[in-house]
């Protein structure tokens, strides 16, 4: 698909996140990413739909560098992401992960502290020695969230999956991104509770001019709550639009049960690896 302007991203604003051609191809072939270009602006709610092993999560982790490229570009604002880079990079990104990926024997306040690691040493992370400035601001993201001091102390394991959720999304803000990516929030949550963590996602990233790039399973909730729908197929990008455009026909398009596109090397290292007969 041609590269997405900045018109059909943003109006003409200057983009905040940039993928310009990336190709991410597996060992066996599977092409996670096949030639993915596009660009998002500051503040914007972007959400990534797509079948399973259609390509998000690699596109997601190609931000903060959790995934190698083989190919293209990623950039925040004027930064490349690199080796050199990627320190830095990683202090302006935070995660929401869809199993909320907390330490569940830990206290909340040490889950929550522990969004602090690209910032303090290890040391002090492994020990629990934060500095002062930082826990106030864990026990501000706490309350922003919606929790309060009484539950700075219990084990994360004994909250709701919506409470744990919301702790990830506080962990998330302590360091006050610029970039959250959300891998699936929602997919561990009933509809009641997964509309009330995306609304709490949409504010808090809305209050701090943050840009989210969220992938999401649910095609009624990115309607809802997405400003620009962005879908893949096989690792490309087939559908780039705001919500309102993203129809019925548009769904049917993106979901529709043709076969995948496969990388032609795929075939031959089955039958390298296994001794399979290509069909
Ligand atoms: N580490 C890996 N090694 C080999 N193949 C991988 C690896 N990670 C992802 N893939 C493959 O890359 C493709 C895209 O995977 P990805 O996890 O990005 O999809 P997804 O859209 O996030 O899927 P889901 O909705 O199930 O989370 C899939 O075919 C997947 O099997
Ligand atoms: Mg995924």
Redesign the pocket.
Known sequence: MARATLTQSGGGVQPHLSFAGLV?Q???G????DDVSFDVPKGQFCV?L????????????SVNGL?ELDGGTVRLNDTEMARGTLRAIRRRVAMVH?QFNLVERASVAANVLSGAVAEVSGWRVHLGWYPETLRARACAALHRVGLDEIHLNRRAAALSGGQQQRVGIARALLLNPEVILA??PVASLDPAISREILTLLRDVARERGATVLC?L?QTDLAREFADRIVG?RS?RVVFDGPSARFDAAAEAALYENTPAVVSPKAPATLERSYGCTPL
């Open positions: 991410r597996f060992p066996d599977v092409r996670a990413l990534v797509g079948r399973s092993g259609s390509g998000k999560t690699t596109l997601l982790r995934t869809q891998d699936e992938s399973h893949m690792g």
